[in-house]
C-alpha cells in the first residue's frame, strides 16, 4: 500500500510534463477546405415591365384604281417583295391602245409645232397670231392628254409602295375587280413597333430613345432591342395611364403583328454596385457578417446589406471591396485567422453567376435589373 502511494507521487510529475507538452488539437491549426466566390460590381439599370402588342410601323391595302379582269398575279400569299415591285396587273388592251393613241398624237402635234417654229425663225408674219395659238393649244392639249393616259396605265397595275410581305390575295386571276376592291394587304415587318402602356408615376422618366428590350412567346428565349419613338403627352381617360411606343428591329421577320409582348423599358442606366451570394452571409441577431479570404486565412468581416437579387445574390452597400474572395461554403468550422484550403472551380457548388435578368425586389411599378 505504501508503496502504490509512492508510485503515484512519482509518476504525477511526469504526467503533467506529458500534459504540457502534447499539442492542443484544434480547429484553428486545421486547414479547412471551403467554396469561394469573388465579390462582383454590378450595374443595376432603372426599369419597368409592361406587356404590350406588335404592331407594323407601314401597312396598307392595296387595289387597282382601274375595273378589269386580273390578268396576272406575280407573287404568291405570304410573299416578301421589294418597293417598286408589280405585285399584279388587270387586262390592260385599251388603256393601252388609248396610251399609243395619245403618245402618237403627241408626236404628231410636236412635230407640227417644231415646223411652225421653224418658219416663224424665218418669216416671222407668216402666220396670224391666232394660227399660231391654236397650234401651240393643240401641242399642250395633246402632252397633256398623253400624260393622263399614261397615269391611267398605272393603274391597271398594283405596285409595292415599301419593302414588306403580302397577306392572302382575295381574288384570283380572271376575276373581275372593280377599283378599290381590296385585292391583298402588304406589312412592313423590318422595324416594327410595339405598342404599351406606362403608369402616371413614371412618366417624368421616359423619353424617346430609351432602350427597350421585348420578349414573344413564339421566341421565349430571344430577347429582340429597340428604341422609344413616342412618349404621348397625354393621360388616357379611360385607363389612367401613358401610352408609349417603340422601334423593335426584327430582321428575321421573326414578330409579327398582333403577337402579345413582355417589355423591359429602361430609364437609366443605373449606378454600380457590389454583389454577394445570400449563402455567403452569416446572419447573428441584427449583425450580418461574412469570411472574407486573406492571406490562405480566413477572416470575419461585418458588412451592410442592400437589396435582394431574384437568383440568389443580394447587393452589399458596406463592408467589402470589388475583387475580393467570399467564402460561401465550409464556414461551419471558421473561426478568426482559421486556415483554409480554397477548392478549385469545378469542385464548387456556388450559387450560378447572377444573370443579366436577374431583378432585385421593388415595390414599386418601377424596378432595378442588372445590367
Known amino acids: 500500500m505504501q508503496f502504490a ?27 479547412l477546405p471551403v467554396q469561394v466566390e469573388p465579390v462582383q460590381q454590378t450595374r443595376f439599370a432603372s ?19 382601274a375595273s378589269e379582269k386580273i390578268q396576272q398575279i406575280n407573287f404568291h400569299d405570304g410573299d416578301l417583295v421589294k418597293k417598286g415591285d408589280i405585285i399584279a396587273e388587270l387586262n ?3 388603256a393601252k391602245l388609248d396610251f399609243t393613241k395619245a ?32 397650234v401651240t393649244e393643240s401641242y399642250y392639249i395633246a402632252k397633256a392628254d398623253f400624260a393622263l393616259k399614261q397615269v391611267q396605265l398605272k393603274d391597271y397595275q398594283i405596285i409595292a409602295p415599301f419593302d414588306g410581305r403580302l397577306t392572302s390575295f382575295n381574288q ?11 385585292l391583298v394587304t402588304l406589312y412592313k415587318l423590318d422595324p416594327v413597333k410595339v405598342k404599351y402602356a406606362i403608369g402616371q408615376e ?3 422618366k421616359a423619353q424617346k430613345g430609351q432602350k427597350v428590350e421585348i420578349t414573344v412567346e413564339a421566341f421565349a428565349k430571344q430577347n429582340f432591342k429597340g428604341q422609344v419613338s413616342y412618349v404621348a403627352p397625354n393621360v388616357d381617360d ?20 398582333g403577337m402579345f409582348a413582355n417589355i423591359k423599358h429602361y430609364f437609366s442606366r443605373g449606378n454600380l454596385h457590389l454583389t454577394i451570394p445570400q449563402n455567403a452571409v452569416i446572419a447573428n441577431n441584427n449583425q450580418r457578417y461574412v469570411w ?20 440568389g445574390y443580394v447587393v452589399v452597400t458596406a463592408g467589402l471591396y470589388n475583387n475580393e474572395q467570399v467564402i460561401v461554403s465550409g464556414m461551419q468550422n471558421l473561426s478568426e485567422n482559421s486556415l483554409i484550403k480554397i477548392l478549385p472551380p469545378q469542385a464548387s457548388k456556388a450559387p450560378q453567376q447572377p444573370p443579366k435578368t436577374a431583378t432585385p425586389a421593388a415595390t414599386s411599378s418601377t424596378q432595378q435589373e442588372q445590367q
Not at 123 to 131: C, L, V
Not at 238 to 257: C, F, M, T, Y
Open 5 to 31: 502511494r509512492t508510485l503515484q507521487r512519482a509518476l504525477l510529475p511526469l504526467a503533467t510534463i506529458v500534459a504540457v507538452t502534447l499539442p492542443t488539437i484544434s480547429w484553428a491549426d486545421t486547414v
Open 47 to 65: 426599369l419597368v415591365k409592361e406587356v404590350g402588342k406588335i404592331k407594323a410601323i407601314d401597312s396598307t391595302t392595296l387595289s387597282f384604281n
Open 92 to 94: 390592260n388592251t385599251k
Open 103 to 134: 403618245k402618237n398624237s403627241l408626236a404628231l402635234k410636236q412635230t407640227k409645232l417644231d415646223r411652225l417654229n421653224g418658219l416663224l425663225a424665218k418669216e416671222p408674219y407668216a402666220m396670224s397670231k391666232q394660227d399660231v395659238d391654236e
Open 172 to 182: 384570283s386571276i380572271g376575276s373581275h375587280i372593280n377599283a378599290g376592291t381590296t
Open 202 to 204: 413614371d412618366l417624368a
Open 238 to 257: 379611360q385607363s389612367g395611364r401613358i401610352e408609349i411606343q417603340a422601334v423593335i428591329d426584327n430582321p428575321e421577320h421573326h414578330l409579327a403583328p
Open 292 to 311: 472574407v479570404v486573406a492571406n490562405n486565412k480566413a477572416i470575419k468581416r461585418d458588412v451592410t446589406l442592400g437589396k435582394n437579387i431574384n437568383n
